[in-house]
Nanobody, 115 residues
Framework: QVQLVESGGGLVQAGGSLRLSCAASGSIFRIKAMGWYRQAPGKQRELVASIAVGGITNYADSVEGRFTISRDIAKNTVYLQMNSLKPEDTAVYYC?????????WGQGTQVTVSS
């Protein structure tokens, strides 16, 4: 089992920045990838950004150039730096961890961007 605890969400004006954190604990060995997903009201959950064990990153087109995913291996933590936020970025953001045991999700953190 892997436990994920997210933090850093909140309310910000358009154009502002937020940084989300996701700390992993438990069976964190053999992690293959970690990522951030988001779900807006009435919409499906979608990938925002991911980072694989080799450091390879992947971004949704809608956030490319504005968001940056990074990790601190020593702290078993992954971050999502979000700049130039837009109202359409408003959603609940979830952290996901994939290892040999399966996929694990955090509880989610709300990000609200006002216009």
């Amino acid at each position: 089992q892997v436990q994920l605890v997210e933090s850093g969400g909140g309310l910000v004006q358009a154009g502002g920045s937020l940084r989300l954190s996701c700390a992993a604990s438990g069976s964190i060995f053999r992690i293959k990838a970690m990522g951030w997903y988001r779900q807006a009201p009435g919409k499906q959950r979608e990938l925002v950004a991911s980072i694989a064990v080799g450091g390879i990153t992947n971004y949704a087109d809608s956030v490319e150039g504005r968001f940056t995913i990074s990790r601190d291996i020593a702290k078993n933590t992954v971050y999502l730096q979000m700049n130039s936020l837009k109202p359409e970025d408003t959603a609940v953001y979830y952290c996901r961890c994939s290892n040999s045991g399966g996929d694990y999700w955090g509880q989610g953190t709300q990000v609200t961007v006002s216009s």
